[in-house]
Nanobody, 125 residues
């Protein structure tokens, strides 16, 4: 059974940093595209960053140069390093995974089959 568990959320001041973790079980990263999404109150879930099985990465424009997606195959863990946080980054953050033989990064919600429960990040101004 595929399971994803996020951790590392919390309250941070604008300009601060956080690192989210996602521990995966039931699959290996070699065959899965994995990614981070977020959902703010009243808004649709949106793509933040993703990494393909071959370690290609992609980011939404507003987090480029501030966020970094990383994976540790030995720990079956996914990370999102977030720097220079802004109030508009406030949201529930989810990690997601999907089996694929494709080498590209998946950026759409409906392309992912497995989701974590989410972790809240609140950035105060």
């Amino acid at each position: 059974e595929v399971q994803l568990v996020e951790s590392g959320g919390g309250l941070v001041q604008a300009g601060g940093s956080l690192r989210l973790s996602c521990t995966a079980s039931g699959f290996t990263f070699d065959d899965y595209a994995i990614g981070w999404f977020r959902q703010a109150p009243g808004k649709e879930r949106e793509f933040v960053a993703g990494i393909s099985p071959r370690e290609s990465t992609s980011y939404m424009d507003s987090v480029l140069d501030r966020f970094t997606i990383l994976r540790d195959v030995s720990k079956n863990a996914l990370y999102l390093r977030m720097n220079s946080l802004k109030p508009e980054d406030t949201a529930v953050y989810y990690c997601a995974a999907t089996f694929t033989l494709n080498s590209r990064v998946f950026t759409r919600v409906n392309e992912y089959d497995y989701w974590g429960q989410g972790t809240q990040i609140t950035v105060s101004s």
